[in-house]
């Protein structure tokens, strides 16, 4: 199955499988990982400010576009999974957001659907985690390029291409003896990254089923961007700072040195 179309149904399907599983999981709050790396980093980026009118492409259980919505920021979020929106909408109604937040159920792959949210309707928008997921990401990129104000800006996060991707990625941790004393080192090898590729991983280990990755190098990632006509004018690459795990070796919070998200800022040229 290489055909793009066909791509994106089956990865709606898997979604579709595992998106209540995973918001049971990740909770209305988010995780760790998006609580203390991807988020902070994502406002850092994205600026928001109250008054302010932002898309939240491929929204998930909607996490994100509650804490826009906190602080005073109309969002106009969307995703193609409809477990994901009924969990979206309880978790923002519970929240007493509903009037903040408006859902939508939208592929982010097709550009003409995205268009009907209306051209130059925002000031900024984000995609968080999202699209390592989609088998393509140009019309995402063109359909946002024309929704955003011409002074806008938009903020995406993905795990990181280099670190945390390709399916040529393994995590070590290996135990020296330095001057009498057995110090532990954690570290990555890397056997490809430039092949582009799609392939089936667990994103939660004990979910009930797998998803679709598809791995980008960097060039291409950014060349989609710029090629809608984006220029590349942010970049942080966190790294999770809670203490060590002892109890799990090749947890991500043991490699302080190495980032497992990429989180840039792109805006219209």
């Known amino acids: 199955m290489d055909d793009s179309a ?3 149904r089956a990865s709606q399907a898997a979604w579709e499988q595992i998106a209540g599983w995973w918001d049971d999981y990740y909770t209305a709050a988010g995780n760790n990982a998006h609580r203390h790396m991807i988020a902070p980093a994502a406002l850092r980026l994205l600026d928001p ?15 994100f576009a509650r804490r826009l919505a906190g602080l005073g920021v109309r969002v106009t979020a969307f995703d193609f999974s409809t477990v994901f929106l009924e969990r979206a909408r309880a978790h923002t109604a519970a929240a ?9 159920h939208l592929d982010a792959t097709a550009e003409a659907q995205l268009l009907t949210l209306g ?11 999202a699209l390592m997921d989609m088998p393509v990401v140009a019309p995402l990129f063109r359909a946002v390029r024309q929704l955003l104000k011409p002074a806008g800006r938009f903020v995406f996060g993905v795990l990181h291409p280099c670190f945390n991707s390709a399916r040529g990625l393994t995590r070590l941790v290996e135990e ?11 570290g990555l090898k890397i056997t490809r990254y430039l092949t582009p590729e799609s392939f089936h991983g667990l994103g939660i280990v004990g979910q009930p089923a797998a998803q ?3 791995h980008r190098p960097l060039q291409q990632l950014l ?12 970049l942080e690459e966190p790294a999770l700072t809670l203490e060590r795990n002892p109890q799990r070796a090749l947890s991500w919070s043991n490699f302080s040195e190495i980032p497992p998200f990429l989180i ?5 040229v």
């Open 96 to 104: 007493g957001l509903a009037d903040w937040v408006t859902y939508h």
């Open 6 to 8: 066909d791509l994106n």
């Open 49 to 63: 400010r109250p008054g302010e009118t932002i898309l939240d492409a491929a929204c998930g259980n909607g996490v």
């Open 212 to 214: 679709y990755y598809f």
């Open 119 to 129: 051209p130059g309707a925002f000031d900024g928008g984000v995609c968080l985690m």
């Open 223 to 234: 060349g989609e961007a710029f090629s809608a006509g984006f220029v590349l004018d942010g």
């Open 176 to 186: 020296t003896d330095q001057d009498g004393q057995m110090v532990e080192t954690y």
């Open 264 to 268: 840039a800022r792109l805006r219209p």
